[in-house]
Structures are given as C-alpha cells and as structure tokens.
C-alpha cells in the first residue's frame, strides 16, 4: 500500500475515533479518572475473557492465554533501553535479532510442525499429516503476505520520516509490529490448545525472547523522532498486546474444532517462517553480511534445542 493511502487510512481512524461519543466523554475527564477508568475497563474486560475460557475450555486454556500475554508483553521490557540510549550498536542489535530468529526457527520445528505432523497430524488424518500440516504452513505464509501488502505499514529498514508526519508514523510502526505478532500469539494459542502445557510454555518463551529485540526496533526511532521516552516503551509495548487476540483466536478454535488442530499448528508456523525470511533475518544483513548475526542465529537455535531437552 502507498504512503498516500495508508495516510488517508490512518486518518479515517483516526477521525472515526475522534467522532465516538464515549471516548470523547472519556477525554473531557480528569487526566488521573481517565486512566483509572481506563484500569478498570480494562480489568473488568481481562476478567470476563479468563473466567469464560476457564469454564469452557479448561485450566490449560486459561494458563495459555495469560502465557501470551506475557510474551506480548515482552515487547515492553525489549523497549526499555530506549528510556535510557537513543541508540544501540548495528553488531549488538544485529546480534539480537539473530539470535531472536534462530529461537523462532527452532520453536516452530519443535512445537509446531513435527507435533502437527507425528503426533496430532497422522493421528487425526492417518497417512496424510503432513499434508495437512504442509498446506496449513502454505496458508499462513499467504495470509502475512496479504496483510504485508494490503495493510499500511513501514517494515524495519524502511526510513518512516519519508513517508508521513510524526502521529502517522507511529501508526504505520503499530501496523507493521500488529502484522508480525498477531500469528506468534496464535502460535501459542494452538500449542496450549493441544493441551500440553509443557510445549506451550516453552512456546510462549521462545517468542517472549523474539519480542525483545523487536519492542527496541520500535521504541528507538520513536526517540529518535523526538517521542517522549517513557512513551516510546509503552507504544512498544501495546503493539505485542495484539498477541493474546491471537493466542485467544489460537486456543478457541482448536479446542472447539479439534480436527483443525495439525492444520491451525502449519498455518502458525508458516506464519513465523514468512517473517523469519521476509523482515527479521534481511534485516540482520541490511548493512551487508553480518556473521555476528549468522552465528547469534545458531546459538538461538541450540539454546531453544536445551530448553527443550532439559524441560522434556
């Protein structure tokens, strides 16, 4: 999509917002009211999605979805170095976002495709697990490269100050972190819908440790644009909020529809491995070759491969 038309998108949300009765009625309140009843929406909103999930699909179900959460919130404490540097060493951040790839990469093989494949695919479509798995990748490679062209935003060796002004910026920033995280949400949303929480756990922090690296790609350009610091981190941190929309997305459908399950474990999976390829690994070697990204990759890789032997 063009700057032009992501500008003209960002500003019919923005004017839709703005003509809301109640969220005008909750910006005419107290600065201090206004958060706290923005708290206790949010509070109220939290209990009601647990309860439900925790009387309809289980304990495990619940634990998933506060897992995901967890992981958004990651994105938060990644952007903390920004409240204190305005930048980092291209090896450092290079470095970390390897590294955050060879986690991802190790995590979709091991929690995602050869479960759906051995254990659930073959299970619930005897001899033709791997096709279904096979196709689910396919989809969800399709549906990031959809919302990668249909969707406004700015990828991570893009330069945003030559698209728009300072407010759009941030949306352009929120729409490419949103693409990205959405199906790490859903991913594990699914391995907990599976019911085992061992795989879901150590799902949940392979992609907490993705989202570190990520919450600093957001966070310091918006310093650098001159954004408060201390609002750059939260901006980063609402953008890995998206994650328990999918990980709730994640764990209703297959525990509602159970034989969907080796299929949604391709498609989350397939997901990741397009953003793998597509943003975070050129990203690495935008600058030319980086083999402090190349080896942080690897050992990101054998780090996941011990968390799994030794939590197995």
Same mark, same amino acid.
């Given at each position: 999509?063009?700057?032009?038309?992501?500008?003209?998108?960002?500003?019919?949300?923005?004017?839709?917002?703005?003509?809301?009765?109640?969220?005008?009625?909750?910006?005419?309140?107290?600065?201090?009211?206004?958060?706290?009843?923005? &708290?206790?929406?949010?509070? !109220? =909103?939290?209990?009601?999605?647990? /309860?439900? +999930?925790?009387?309809?699909? *289980?304990? %495990?179900? #619940?634990?998933?979805?506060?897992?995901?959460?967890?992981?958004?919130?990651?994105?938060?404490?990644?952007?903390?170095?920004? &409240?204190?540097?305005?930048? !980092? =060493?291209?090896?450092?951040?290079? /470095?970390? +976002?390897?590294?955050?790839? *060879?986690? %991802?990469? #190790?995590?979709?093989?091991?929690?995602?495709?050869?479960?759906?494949?051995?254990?659930?695919?073959?299970?619930?479509?005897?001899?033709?697990?791997?096709? !279904?798995?096979?196709?689910?990748?396919?989809?969800?490679?399709?549906?990031?490269?959809?919302?990668?062209?249909?969707?406004?935003?700015?990828?991570?060796?893009?330069?945003?100050?030559?698209?728009?002004?300072?407010?759009?910026?941030?949306?352009?920033?929120?729409?490419?972190?949103?693409?990205?995280?959405?199906?790490?949400?859903?991913?594990?949303?699914?391995?907990?819908?599976?019911?085992?929480?061992?795989?879901?756990?150590?799902?949940?922090?392979?992609?907490?440790?993705?989202?570190?690296?990520?919450?600093?790609?957001?966070?310091?350009?918006?310093?650098?644009?001159?954004?408060?610091?201390?609002?750059?981190?939260?901006?980063?941190?609402?953008?890995?909020?998206?994650?328990?929309?999918?990980?709730?997305?994640?764990?209703?459908?297959?525990?509602?529809?159970?034989?969907?399950?080796?299929?949604?474990?391709?498609?989350?999976?397939?997901?990741?491995?397009?953003?793998?390829?597509?943003?975070?690994?050129?990203?690495?070697?935008?600058?030319?070759?980086?083999?402090?990204?190349?080896?942080?990759?690897?050992?990101?890789?054998?780090?996941?491969?011990?968390?799994?032997?030794?939590?197995?």
């Amino acid at each position: 999509m063009s700057a032009f038309n992501s500008t003209i998108f960002i500003d019919k949300c923005q004017a839709q917002l703005n003509s809301c009765a109640y969220y005008q009625k909750l910006q005419a309140l107290p600065k201090n009211q206004r958060w706290l009843t923005y &708290a206790g929406l949010f509070l !109220v =909103s939290q209990i009601i999605v647990f /309860g439900s +999930l925790y009387l309809f699909f *289980g304990r %495990i179900a #619940a634990i998933g979805l506060f897992a995901s959460v967890l992981a958004g919130l990651a994105t938060g404490l990644g952007a903390l170095p920004a &409240a204190f540097f305005k930048q !980092v =060493s291209n090896n450092l951040f290079n /470095g970390l +976002l390897g590294g955050a790839a *060879g986690v %991802i990469l #190790a995590a979709t093989s091991f929690f995602l495709l050869l479960p759906g494949m051995i254990e659930y695919g073959n299970e619930l479509w005897p001899d033709k697990g791997l096709w !279904v798995v096979a196709v689910g990748m396919l989809f969800g490679a399709f549906f990031l490269h959809l919302a990668d062209n249909k969707l406004p935003h700015i990828h991570f060796n893009e330069d945003p100050g030559a698209h728009t002004e300072s407010l759009q910026k941030i949306w352009l920033f929120i729409f490419a972190i949103t693409i990205h995280n959405f199906p790490e949400g859903m991913s594990v949303g699914v391995s907990f819908g599976t019911g085992d929480m061992h795989k879901g756990i150590v799902l949940a922090i392979a992609i907490a440790l993705q989202n570190i690296p990520e919450g600093l790609a957001v966070a310091l350009p918006l310093v650098a644009l001159g954004y408060n610091k201390w609002k750059a981190v939260g901006i980063a941190t609402l953008t890995g909020l998206v994650e328990p929309v999918g990980g709730l997305l994640g764990i209703t459908m297959v525990s509602v529809f159970s034989s969907v399950l080796p299929f949604a474990m391709g498609f989350a999976a397939g997901a990741m491995l397009f953003v793998i390829s597509e943003e975070i690994i050129p990203e690495t070697h935008s600058n030319g070759r980086s083999r402090i990204a190349t080896f942080a990759l690897m050992f990101g890789f054998i780090i996941m491969m011990a968390l799994e032997s030794l939590l197995g």
